[in-house]
């Protein structure tokens, strides 16, 4: 059985104060996800995660945006595996669309982080996604199907089972469209068939999450899909009565 995910996505957002804040008043939204069986969790800026470990209660998880896969050198402006760790972070976003788009992240070097992560226990939450001119052109599956496998290249059953993937769709991040649960469903269970095809068994365990435009009206509708574990949501994490609202109506 896997257990229900709900990861916050605050980008570029919130000062270390805004942060701290969010994490102070969400200790009972915390014990409540824990009480229902639901993992839940927010991912701020690297600058903001110390200050959200320390306010918030044990069961949030915390998450870093990226990472770079290398432990220490010359590559100014990057933060390692080994200083997240040392601030107790032990999940990390890798792949996000935006990052692909503006930071020129590609499936090898995901698959770099990936490995890197895992290699020091971490849990990466791996975005996959097809831009609106793949979707109109029917490549979707062609597309996911590409950055899942090369993303996850060389790696085996046992260091996958903790893996999160999320599938979200470009062109319903940040717009408003979201994507149909026929489509989540449809792409999450294709996503499930690679990974069976790939590390077997264990794909029943990986959690795959939807994203893009998830809201508290929406959110049920999602993961009433059997092969939608959770979600990642971005505008509708940011204040905590909608975050609150996301939870509550997945009770
Ligand atoms: P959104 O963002 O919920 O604001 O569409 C989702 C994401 O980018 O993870």
Not at 36 to 52: C, R
Not at 63 to 84: D, F, K, R, W
Not at 118 to 147: D, H, R, S
Request: hydrophobic letters at 40%; proline letters at 3%; aromatic letters at 6%.
């Amino acid at each position: 059985m896997r257990r229900k995910l709900l990861l916050g996505n605050w980008k570029m957002n919130k000062l270390i104060s805004e942060a701290k804040e969010f994490a102070l008043a969400s200790h009972e939204l915390a014990d409540l996800a824990t009480k229902s069986n639901i993992d839940l969790g927010v991912a701020p800026t690297f600058l903001s995660l110390q200050a959200v470990k320390e306010a918030a209660n044990k069961n949030m998880i915390v998450a870093a945006q990226n990472c770079h896969y290398l432990p220490n050198g010359a590559y100014t402006g990057e933060v390692s595996i080994p200083m997240l760790k040392e601030l107790g972070i032990s999940w990390c976003i890798i792949g996000h669309s935006e990052r692909r788009t503006y930071d020129n992240e590609t499936n090898e070097k995901c698959n770099l982080k990936i490995k890197a992560l895992i290699e020091n226990e971490m849990v990466p939450v791996y975005c996959v996604g097809e831009t609106l001119a793949q979707f109109e052109a029917g490549e979707t599956k062609k597309v996911v199907g590409e950055q899942v496998r090369n993303g996850l290249k060389d790696l085996t059953a046992e260091q996958v089972k903790n893996l999160v993937v999320a599938y979200e769709p470009v062109w319903s991040i940040g717009t408003g469209k979201n994507a149909s649960s026929e489509i989540a469903e449809n792409i999450c269970g294709f996503i499930r068939d690679i990974l069976k095809e790939m590390f077997g068994k264990v794909s029943e365990e990986i959690r795959i999450l939807y994203g893009g435009s998830v809201k508290p009206v929406n959110v049920k509708e999602y993961l009433s899909c059997p092969n939608v574990d959770g979600a990642l949501v971005g505008g509708a994490s940011l204040k905590i009565d909608s975050y609150k609202e996301l939870v509550t109506n997945i009770l």
